[in-house]
């Protein structure tokens, strides 16, 4: 069955960087959009950013462009967000799932944790 297992979150000051990692199962990842989405405590799950299997076009949603950077590697089957220059609003839960610009799939992983705090 789809399965997505997101890593790499943590606590980290203003300012700072991360990289997350989302391993994904059960499609066939080469051929598919991937795309990171966020939600903070007591807003909607909102995209964040996206790429597409066949030219590595990339979307960023305004509030994290030129700060933070998905990529892909297709033999891991594995998505990425480096997220740099990372502020208190960036503070929320990253999930990965299929798509451009919305989820392809109900199921979500478990998300990581990234906090943005002094």
């Known amino acids: 069955q789809v399965q997505f297992v997101e890593s790499g979150g943590g606590l980290v000051q203003p300012g700072g960087s991360l990289r997350l990692s989302c391993a994904a199962s059960g499609f066939t990842f080469s051929i598919v959009a991937m795309s990171w989405y966020r939600q903070a405590p007591g807003k909607e799950r909102e995209l964040v950013a996206s790429?597409?299997?066949?030219?590595?076009?990339?979307y960023y949603a305004e509030s994290v462009k030129g700060r933070f950077t998905i990529s892909r590697d297709n033999a891991k089957r594995t998505v990425y967000l480096q997220m740099n220059s990372l502020k208190p609003e960036d503070t929320a839960v990253y999930y990965c799932?299929?798509?451009?610009?919305?989820?392809?799939?109900?199921?979500w992983g478990q998300g990581t944790q990234v906090t943005v705090s002094i």
């Open positions: 799932n299929v798509g451009r610009f919305e989820p392809a799939y109900r199921t």
């Open positions: 790429i597409t299997s066949r030219d590595d076009s990339t």
